[in-house]
Structures are given as structure tokens and as C-alpha cells.
């Protein structure tokens, strides 16, 4: 069971990234999935979450300016990330839940330059 983030990078502020995480090993579609940041000196918070049926859950921080999105037939989880900012710059994790099964990904970074 493996998560795979790809999308990180260098970018201006206002400008846009997307991150993907791919899964193999697991029926993703019965996974509630996540994507969580860790910036410098900061503990881990949630950006944002989607369940098996498409609901959707955005931080504050977030809303209006990133869009969580899966496709279960890819094995796919998408972060649309528009109108970045400097505090955006962190480490992005993927995540799949399911009860007591719990696993991440290695992690991809976006850093938001001036």
C-alpha cells in the first residue's frame, strides 16, 4: 500500500501548482483522503479532505483558493492550489484513511517565493 505525491515546486506568489498523490495497492475509492502541510518549525495541520462520496472539508486558511479533487478509477488525489502565498510554502502530505488503516506519503514540497 503506497501514496506517491508529484506537483511540488518553485513558485511566485498569486501563482498556481497542483499537486497530485497516486495510490497502488488499495481500493482508494473507499478511503476517506487528505492533504496535510508541515511548514518550518510548525507541526503538521490539515489543508484539506475528501471522503468516498465526494464531500469536501477546507482549513480557513485555504478556502476560495484551494481545491481538493479525487478520481477513484485513477487512483488519484488532486490539489489545486491557486493564488499561493508565502505562508503556503510548506511540506504537502498525502494521506488515505479508514478506521484503524492510516498511511501517508513521503511528502512533496512547494515553496512560494516574493
Known amino acids: 500500500l503506497q501514496l506517491v505525491e508529484s506537483g511540488g515546486g518553485l513558485v511566485q506568489a498569486g501563482g498556481s501548482l497542483r499537486l497530485s498523490c497516486e495510490a497502488s495497492g488499495m481500493w482508494l475509492s473507499i478511503y476517506t483522503m487528505a492533504w496535510y502541510r508541515q511548514g518550518p518549525g510548525k507541526e503538521r495541520e490539515l489543508v484539506a479532505c475528501?471522503?468516498?462520496?465526494?464531500?469536501?472539508e477546507y482549513a480557513d486558511a485555504v478556502k476560495g483558493r484551494l481545491t481538493i479533487s479525487r478520481d477513484n478509477a485513477k487512483k488519484t488525489m488532486y490539489l489545486q492550489m491557486n493564488n499561493l502565498r508565502l505562508a503556503d510554502t510548506s511540506a504537502y502530505y498525502c494521506n488515505a484513511e479508514l478506521g484503524v488503516w492510516d498511511y501517508w506519503g513521503q511528502g512533496t514540497q512547494v515553496t512560494v517565493s516574493a
Open positions: 475528501i471522503d468516498h462520496v465526494g464531500d469536501t
